[in-house]
């Protein structure tokens, strides 16, 4: 099987159409159908269905389409890899981080990378946990860090702890519980909750450690740069790392709530593939990553947060 029929295949259907495939393709329409004609005949199954409208994967086009494009990205990370080895540093690093991550850590990493590979694409995702699972199981991402459930991956994943989560309880600046030092007095409240469940998990399993019941939810938000105006203009709490909370342009209007217990404090973790090695420009860049994430707190600084 050809590696660049592969890639063909994997053109044509992106593309919805031998003709348009053409296009960004260095090849001619008839030396692409024979292309493609040959590597059926060698899966034993047709993989496209043409008519008027286009063409689009068969039934078996669908499955093999799911390997197709795991085998042209991991041949493109493999030339990546050994062109880097031999000294060329070029190719392309991506990554997935949380949003309090990225605030903290992630730039002053960055900076240090660009510096010594200039050459280097860097690709960013904001992610949390477990959202990000699919796309490093399917090789889209190199590795991705956030707060995670360690206990719950599979064996395709291996984590690698950064450093602890620093959740904090925000309200507005004039909520009348914004004094409260017990988790049993904001029982009653409403809460605007991370919609992946990252904020969400932590209150709820704060609640749960305490036997105060379930969490009267007011609000889902997908956002975490959202969720501070929210909780800033209405009766709402919510909980937030907090570097997310200290870079908002909202931190004058919203008040910590400072409990005891504090919140548990998930490990924000660095998660990649188990069975994929790490290219060296991916390497080196995490290698920059651990370095800021185990600088301590300048005097005047806030603190990393949590992811």
Not at 105 to 122: E, G, N, S, T
Request: aromatic share 6%; glycine share 8%.
């Amino acid at each position: 099987m050809k590696l660049q029929a592969i890639r063909y295949f994997i053109a044509v259907v992106d593309a919805g159409g031998l003709r348009a495939a053409t296009k960004t393709l260095p090849i001619s329409q008839s030396t692409l159908t024979v292309a493609l004609r040959q590597l059926e005949d060698e899966l034993g199954a047709p993989l496209l269905h043409r008519s008027k409208r286009g063409v689009i994967p068969t039934q078996f086009g669908r499955a093999f389409l799911e390997h197709a494009r795991i085998i042209d990205r991991e041949s493109r990370k493999a030339r990546e890899k050994v062109a880097q080895l031999r000294g060329h540093w070029e190719g392309t690093v991506s990554y997935a981080t949380s949003p309090a991550i990225s605030l903290s850590i992630v730039p002053p990493a960055i900076r240090a990378f660009r510096k010594r590979f200039p050459a280097i694409q860097l690709r960013c995702v904001d992610g949390m946990y477990p959202s990000t699972l699919s796309a490093l199981r399917d090789g889209l991402l190199d590795f991705a860090i956030g707060p995670c459930n360690t206990e719950d991956l599979d064996e395709l994943f291996v984590s690698e702890p950064l450093r602890p989560a620093d959740p904090v309880i925000i309200c507005r600046r004039d909520h009348p519980l914004r004094k409260a030092r017990a988790l049993a007095e904001l029982r009653d409240c409403e809460w605007a909750i991370f919609g992946n469940a990252a904020g969400g998990g932590i209150i709820e399993q704060a609640f749960g450690d305490a036997g105060l019941g379930g969490v009267k939810i007011g609000m889902i938000c997908e956002s975490f740069m959202a969720l501070p105006g929210i909780v800033a203009l209405t009766d709402m709490l919510g909980v937030l790392p907090r570097q997310v909370l200290d870079d908002t342009r909202w931190r004058e209007q919203l008040a910590t709530v400072q409990t005891e217990p504090p919140l548990p404090a998930p490990q924000v973790s660095v998660l990649r593939r188990t069975d994929i090695p790490l290219t060296p420009a991916a390497t080196e860049l995490l290698g920059w990553i651990r370095h800021f994430a185990n600088q301590p707190q300048r005097e005047g600084e806030a603190g990393p947060g949590a992811g």
